[in-house]
């Protein structure tokens, strides 16, 4: 099974009652299976008109109480930005997976990290965040949607599952299971029917004066609880490291190659591998640089994550960057040259 | 004393935000005389779009969402799709449907969304300030066509009915007027008839275009902004079943 059918079987496993989506290379296996496996478990499978109507679709299908997902490579996501501003003012939960791939414009359909900026700084229009899972891995990826769903209803927010071409079109062995999930309040809010109650409104406008600044504010709350509960990451040997490659998604896995290889070499090298990319490990890069290291961001993008590892360290280490752009995909011994040039080489023994 | 007219419940009981001689109102209420004659406020879901009508939610007491300029039949697809017990309705401007909603639209009428779209057809875009929109007549001053809509320009006013009329996915498509006492009674019938087509199961898209007055962007009084639509309006978009 590749990626892409791996994470639209993990998503009818968490219970997504409804796929909306158009084509876009490189993530068709999605909605190909999601046309032969959601009908068959009675669920709604569409395909829309465009990315637009995609995810207002799921706009629709999230009111009415419904686990709703769309995915989309790309351009795709761009499309899709003015419902994810919308699904976020509005308070509706929804999982959108992004399969990058190269860019700007049409780019190309290479795999690429290209969209972290757009995925974890919102995309869209006005003040508001959208978890961001950045998996590296198959078995990560089903993890990551199963996770998806449960914080969309839970934070009632948009979640985001940055994968790239290659964690699509990748198999690895899988296991999907459904795992006790979490604990979640009930959609008094949907839309059902006002039958023997009030009516639910589900909207984004808020006209009267500091109504809005003080919805603004409710989300910041909730987004503070979501920086303090639910960061992802993985770190190796980091303690003892006197550089540490911080990468996520498919570059994590070459870095991880890059790294053993170093320390076979007598390198101390470690790795932070960020899981969530919002909320961002933030302290845990920061702790990191609390003993003087070097750090390398590895990126198929010019340099994005990068940004946020700076912040995180804040000017208490030296932050190096190395990306590989457009489609280009590094190679285990490119990222350990780096490595070798950064750090005194193997200790040799006197 | 007899009550001989009085406030339907699914109409709130307050004041709109409808400029004077504005056709909302009157089409709100249709509207809630159907809900509550169909006996369906408990199972209906309505989509108020950008526009003079985002607000519906205020005058409307059923379960209503308001959403992305045009993208309504596409919130509703979503919501039918997976509620088919449910009533779900739209009801949009001509800014919103026939301008930047033109493609939602046409899709979800040719897939045969089984949804009721009421389209309010006033001949410009009121909630920003009187623009131009694709129905504006020829020879039509608007803020943006200051000396008036040219064919040449801006092209010919657009009958979107008309349009989804050619669709094997809608089933029912009638234009009427709120101009009068008799043409708010025809409208009433139709959007009644696009309702119980719904709730009936019929397989397909319905949809009553209204065409309703806009005294403050046609820079006329109630009255002749009333007289206008029979005068103007419907030489270019007549009225009557389109289909269905």
């Known amino acids: 099974m590749c990626g892409n059918e791996a994470l639209a079987e993990a998503a009818i496993v968490a219970g997504c009652d409804a796929y909306f989506g158009y084509p876009i290379t490189p993530q068709n296996e999605i909605s190909a299976y999601m046309a032969r496996r959601m009908p068959e478990e009675g669920r709604v499978f569409l395909q829309s008109e465009s990315e637009l109507a995609a995810i207002n679709m799921v706009f629709g299908a999230s009111a009415t109480g419904k686990r709703a997902m769309t995915s989309s490579s790309s351009p795709g996501i761009s499309l899709m930005q003015e419902g994810m501003s919308y699904l976020a003012g509005a308070e509706l939960p929804a999982v959108v997976v992004n399969v990058m791939r190269g860019g700007p414009g049409l780019g190309n359909i290479a795999p690429s990290q290209g969209d972290y900026f757009q995925a974890t700084r919102g995309g869209g229009h006005g003040d508001y965040r959208t978890i961001v899972f950045g998996p590296s891995s198959v078995q990560e990826l089903v993890d990551c949607m199963m996770l998806a769903f449960d914080l969309a209803d839970q934070y009632r927010m948009p979640v985001m599952v940055l994968a790239d071409g290659i964690l699509g079109q990748m198999m690895e062995p899988i296991v999907i299971e459904k795992k006790p999930g979490r604990d979640l309040p009930a959609k008094t809010w949907a839309l059902t029917g006002a039958d023997d109650r009030e009516q639910n409104i589900v909207r984004s406008l808020w006209l009267g004066e500091g109504v809005l600044e003080a919805l603004n504010n409710k989300l910041r709350d909730r987004y503070q609880q979501i920086e303090k509960n639910e960061v992802l990451c993985e770190q190796y040997e980091v303690d003892e490291a006197e550089i540490v490659v911080v990468a996520y998604g498919i570059a994590a896995r070459i870095v991880c190659g890059a790294v053993h290889k170093a320390r076979q070499e007598g390198i101390n090298a470690g790795w932070i591998r960020p899981i969530t990319l919002w909320p961002f490990p933030t302290e845990q890069v920061s702790k990191a640089a609390d003993g003087f290291r070097v750090f390398l961001v590895v990126e198929m993008s010019n340099g994005q994550m990068v940004e946020d590892v700076r912040l995180a360290v804040s000017g208490k280490s030296p932050v190096i960057f190395y990306g590989r752009p457009g489609g280009g995909v590094p190679t285990v011994d490119e990222i350990f040259d780096v490595i070798k040039q950064l750090t005194l080489g193997p200790k040799t023994r006197i | ?244």
């Not at chain 2, 919501?79 to 939602?104: T, W």
């Not at chain 2, 025809?186 to 309703?212: M, P, R």
Request: with cysteine; proline share 6%.
């Open chain 2, 1 to 244: 004393m007899k009550t001989v007219f009085a406030r339907t419940p699914t109409l709130k009981d307050c004041p709109t935000h409808y400029c004077p001689g504005c056709g909302h109102g009157i089409a709100h209420r249709l509207i809630a005389e159907t809900i509550d004659e169909l006996n369906i406020r408990g199972r209906t879901i309505g989509i108020a779009p950008v526009g003079c009508a985002v607000l519906a939610y205020d005058y409307l007491d059923v379960d209503m969402i308001e959403v992305a300029h045009g993208r309504a039949p596409a919130v509703a697809t979503g919501m039918k799709r997976c509620n088919p017990d449910k009533i779900i309705f739209s009801y949009q401007g001509d800014g919103d449907l026939a301008s930047i909603g033109a493609g939602e639209i046409l899709h979800a009428g040719h897939r045969g969304e089984q949804i009721t779209v009421i389209f309010i057809n006033n001949a410009v875009f009121g909630m920003t300030g009187g623009q131009m929109a694709p129905t504006t007549m020829l020879e039509q001053v608007t803020a943006t066509t200051p000396k008036g809509r040219a064919a040449a320009r801006e092209g010919y006013p657009l009958q979107v009915s008309e349009l989804l009329a050619t669709l094997p996915g809608t089933i029912y498509i009638e234009r009427c007027a709120l101009s009068g006492v008799a043409a708010v009674r025809n409208t009433k019938k139709a959007i009644k008839h696009a309702f119980e087509l719904q709730i009936s199961g019929a397989q397909g898209l319905s949809l009553v275009e209204v065409l309703s007055p806009c005294p403050t962007y046609w820079r006329m009084s109630p009255a002749e902004a009333m007289e206008w639509i029979d005068t103007h309006m419907t030489k270019v978009f007549p009225l009557g079943r389109l289909r269905g």
